[in-house]
């Protein structure tokens, strides 16, 4: 099996186009997103379609919750100043791009996704940790911060996002692996991905990539996944 995992896309299509094309090259057999997926970029309706189109598996970060069910009237009565206001009403026009039927489904996204691996292990998708979904793993932590984040219920391998920096760790036998961002690199220009190989006969394998978006947006076009075998 082998897993393209990414995160916090926040509607930047053209950032998740070039991810596809790239991972379309590479090949993969499905695509797993942990949160934050349509806003705040300028393509939230796009993006959406181009993860159904290609049957990712995502679960709900903390702007998906925030778009499916924060009211813009409310949150523009409270602004209190020119720029508030202006996001205000930039929030509102994201919910109308994307349409009810979109802003149901986002609220109904899982917080959580398990799912068996082929060398008996398993796997967790969440968007910040599953001890709190809205607490990331982050670089700096050390292993008794990272273990409490984990909890009580761990998988062999978490697969996370929401603190827009990709790193590894293991910490009392629990992969951690946050995939960073694809619409949200700190310093721009490239988009965080991160491909899994797992396999019974040689365990997990893990590759973690900068693509370049200036590069490849011309050239990408929404991908399919890798026919799984």
Request: contains cysteine; aromatic residues 4%.
């Amino acid at each position: 099996m082998r897993l393209l995992c990414i995160s916090d896309i926040h509607g930047e299509h053209g950032a998740l186009r070039a991810v596809l094309a790239t991972a379309e090259r590479r090949g993969h057999h499905k695509v797993l997103v942990a949160g934050d997926l349509c806003y705040p970029g300028p393509e939230p309706l796009e993006t959406w379609r181009t993860l159904a189109r290609v049957q990712a598996v995502c679960v709900q970060g903390v702007t998906d919750k925030a778009l499916a069910t924060l009211d813009p009237a409310k949150i523009e009565a409270a602004a209190t100043d020119p720029e508030e206001k202006r996001l205000a009403r930039a929030f509102a026009e994201a919910r109308k791009n994307v349409g009810e039927l979109v802003l149901e489904r986002l609220k109904r996204l899982p917080t959580y996704h398990r799912m068996p691996l082929e060398n008996g292990g398993e796997l967790l998708l969440v968007h910040g940790s599953p001890e709190d979904p809205t607490e990331p793993f982050t670089a700096d932590m050390d292993d008794e911060e990272i273990r409490a984040l984990i909890g009580d219920d761990p998988a062999d391998v978490i697969i996370c996002g929401m603190s827009h920096l990709p790193f590894v760790r293991e910490v009392s036998g629990t992969l951690v692996i946050n995939v960073g961002s694809v619409g949200a690199a700190p310093g721009g220009g490239v988009a965080h991905a991160t491909f899994l190989e797992i396999t019974a006969e040689r365990g997990i394998q893990i590759e973690q990539i900068d693509v370049p978006i200036g590069e490849l947006e011309a050239l990408a076009t929404p991908a399919s996944p890798t026919p799984g075998t």
